[in-house]
């Protein structure tokens, strides 16, 4: 248990217990035990737990103030995008000997800057966020001492780091021009607060501006914390005319998935009278509605490139950081849906 | 940048060059500024800054031996299951005054020895594993320093260590014995490899040995990380006779969300002829298929209580600690789903 007297034991200390080397010690410690005998191995566990030894890595780290470890600190980790971001981060990292660990601020501004100041406070080499909070400022304060700092996916005002971000006006404008030239009648868009996140500001804007005169566009906007499902489906139900020419455009998957297949049973969606689309990024969508055509954010790319932006900042090669990385998102052809034949981006 | 003079800096260093108390700076790093001005918290920073100087968190770290972190190890990200059980447990651990991080193993043994040996190396204050391994040996050779570990999901035999798990074989047994007496012909399997997990193995051995003679069982395995949906789903297709009364049992959500809504559009999976069952976590499976009836294992409950027993064990209190928690997986009423009303449980 900690706390009980291991504040001075030493490797030197494990070493003369087990009958080794030092040397012995530091490779059974890192793993590297190739020629070690069981007996030996044996013997310096038990002297680890004897003298309730703690390795030095955390000393190392004082030390030269590197940890190898980042912090990664999500929006939402229920939303699929938020974890593929992970999964690409971690994967570039991973390769330079980083170990990439998650967090989770829960949709929470409260949470947010509660896990800022815990990672300011530990010895994290550096962090990337996808933040809740609009204001660099809130996340200035929190974060004061000098570690990379990455942003990803929504766009701070008067940022001092980098940014990767999705081209999200422009994905959704150009999708939304898409459609208007098969001749549509109205828009109906499900979204959860729009003013409350820049990504969901620009996709709305983006549509908005797409729109040609005669078409009119429909918002049905609700709590994303607290909402009921059953009410949403009311509201979709009283809004799409199943004789109008109708997309139904979701800012996030997780809406289309739990929203569709109702729709679709009850002849409201049909792939005669409506365009299905939004933005999401696993291959849910396209089974269970096959005429859907969705925008995909490429979330591990993004990821990735986060990744390599941090990396670079912790070389010490600020020169070659761009302010700004735009990650295109693209709107996939049908047939696109069809090819894609892997669970691997699923869920 | 790290790694540069920040060695010897002190906090009497910074308080020195802001003109303040190292009270105040300590203050100010812990994020308590209270009635501190604007312009005295502004030297602070400056002064941090300036001199990068890295906070005392990693020094009380090595003192006392907590870091109030917790390293929370899943099998894979990509699962809902996974999610949910690390957001149980980070709620009990938030209240706590821990804060839980995650890290991916991403279904490869290789990867979880490698991320057991970095936990083993860091000050993290506890472990909360869902295994990979079977082996416990793999993980104590490698976990070799004293700290608290709560295994997850998986049962390990021969473990020291506390488990909590669903009881697979009973909630698929009993679920299998409710379809029986609705009178079936036969079952089909859906799973990645059986044999490489004891929940797999345990849900198979269940639904097994509840069918009565007569009853046929039918399975199709694939490899969870290179598999293609085409040939699974032709798989099915080929198995499945719409004309037999078949329970359709997948031992994993993800598959169902795959295979189904293709299966019912083409008629192969009906509600007069089909019973659409498997462990499923969201709310997305009863939106898909209304008559569907799924096992829920109560992820969230599951990490909850895997944190309380990390806690026990963090305050020594030894002899409260069960050794196997059990927590009942549940098989769904169809009433049930329609009363699931938020997305809190979605994807």
């Known amino acids: 248990m900690p706390s009980k007297g291991s504040k001075k034991t ?5 070493a003369r217990l087990a009958g080794v080397s030092t040397a012995s010690v530091s490779r059974y410690l890192n793993g590297k035990k190739g020629a070690m005998t069981e007996q030996k191995a044996q013997n310096i566990q038990a002297a680890i737990q004897k003298l309730n030894y703690v390795p030095s890595f955390t000393a ?8 190898k470890m980042v912090a990664f600190v999500v929006s939402n980790i229920e939303d699929y995008f938020s974890v593929e971001i992970f999964r690409g981060a971690s994967q570039v990292l991973e390769n330079s000997g980083y170990v990439t660990v998650l967090m989770d601020t829960n949709s929470s501004l409260q949470r947010e800057q509660e896990l800022l100041e815990s990672i300011n406070q530990r010895s994290f080499d550096g962090l990337l966020l996808q933040p809740l909070t609009n204001d660099a400022q809130e996340i200035a304060k929190r974060a004061v001492r000098q570690f990379p700092i990455v942003i990803m996916d929504r766009e701070l005002e008067l940022s001092a780091w980098p940014q990767v971000v999705t081209n999200n006006y422009r994905a959704s404008y150009n999708a939304m021009r898409d459609f208007v030239a098969q001749g549509i009648d109205e828009v ?5 607060q729009i003013q409350s996140a820049s990504t969901r500001r620009q996709r709305y804007q983006g549509i908005k501006d797409a729109l040609q005169s005669g078409q009119s ?22 809004m799409i005319d199943p004789r109008k020419k109708t997309v139904l455009f979701s800012l996030k998957e997780r809406w289309l998935l739990n929203f569709l297949p109702p729709l679709m049973r009850e002849g409201l969606i049909t792939s005669e009278n409506s365009i299905v689309t939004g933005f999401a990024d696993t291959n849910l969508i396209e089974s269970i509605c096959p005429f859907a055509r969705v925008i995909s954010q490429h979330p591990f790319t993004m990821g990735q490139r986060a990744a390599e ?10 020169q070659a950081v761009p302010g700004l990385q735009i990650i295109d998102a693209t709107l996939k052809d049908l047939s696109e849906g069809v090819a894609f034949k892997t669970l691997n981006h699923s869920f």
């Open 60 to 67: 190392r780290a004082m030390n030269n103030n590197a940890s």
């Open 309 to 318: 932006t941090l990396l670079m900042k912790l070389k010490d090669n600020d």
């Open 188 to 192: 109906v868009v499900v979204s959860s």
């Open 217 to 238: 566009l429909k918002t049905i906007e609700f709590n994303e914390s607290d909402f009921s499902v059953e009410e949403v489906l009311n509201r979709l139900r009283r």
């Open 10 to 14: 030493t490797i030197r200390d494990v």
